[in-house]
Every structure is written in C-alpha cells, then in structure tokens.
C-alpha cells in the first residue's frame, strides 16, 4: 500500500471514531432547551408580600430564539404597575460545566447568573439563581420550570422567606406557545 492509502485509511477512522463520541455525547438537557424556542403568551402571577398575602396578575410575552443546539437568547416584555419591564437572558448548556447555565439582565445595574439540572422524568428544569437587589446585596433564588407539553410550561419562582433556609413562592408564569 501506497503511504496516501494509509494516511487516507487512518484518516477515515480518526474521523470516523471522532463522529460516533460527538453523537453519543449528546446531553439529554438540549430536550430541554430546544423546548424553549418560539413566541410564548405568559400570565404571570407574583405575591410581593408572600404567598398568604393577595397577589398581582399581568400578563407578558417571551421571544425565544434557539442559537444552535446548545443556547437560547430570550426576550420577556411585560408591564408591571405601569411600567414597562424587559429581561433578557441567554441560557444553555455549558460542556465544560457539565450543566445548564444562564445569565439574566434587566433594567437594573446588575446582572443575574443561574445554574441548573434538568429531570428528564417530570420534564423540569431546577434553577439556582444568584442575583442581587439594588443595594448590591445578593439574593438566591429558586426556579422550577415544568414543560406540561409542547406548548405550554409553567415556571415557580421561589426566594427567601423569614427564615433564610426556607423558600417561598413568589411568582409563577404559564406560558403559552403561540402557533
């Protein structure tokens, strides 16, 4: 065999090998943020003074755009008490981390992170979110976000209560996939 013959031979099953470990490797955690794409009518639902006090109703839309198989950008636009309120955030799953990972900004002076697992089973995304009020104390926050079928999933976000090692629900938003 001519030396051509065995780079081109080698070369095949390196690439070959190569492509069988990338396909295997897929995490099961794209299911979830591939979910996420398209424009979703959302009720949210908030209780500011915690979750026995009466709650505040309005309602949003979130345009999300998938970036590859691994990141979703989304836009959340809404009006809360008269005022405008716009998020945005990119989330995905980071191969490095092993994990879901995200950023959220909105008009304030800082930026929230958030690290996450996905229940394949109850179709749930936990989040683990870190973020901080505007005196630049940080606060965590706890976020489950359920797909109920493949329009419509609903999110529960929890923060402290009195007690720092107790969460409390303090919002929660049912999106609606818009056909």
Known sequence: M??????????????????????????????????????????IEVWPSGPDSPSIKFKGIEKNRPYGEHWVASDFDSEFMGQSMKIHSIVGY????????????????????MQGTYEKESKTVHWTTKAKDLNGKIMLQKTFMTQKNANERVLVLMTHGADKSDFNKFMQIKYIKRP
Do not use: C, M, R
């Open 2 to 43: 001519k030396i051509g013959t065995y780079l081109a031979l080698a070369l095949s099953l390196a690439l070959s090998s190569f492509a069988e470990e990338k396909a295997a490797a897929k995490p099961i955690e794209l299911e979830a943020i591939q979910s996420l794409a398209g424009i979703w009518d959302a009720e």
């Open 94 to 113: 980071d191969l490095d981390q092993k994990q879901l990972v995200g950023t959220v900004i909105d008009h304030g002076p800082y930026s929230a992170s």
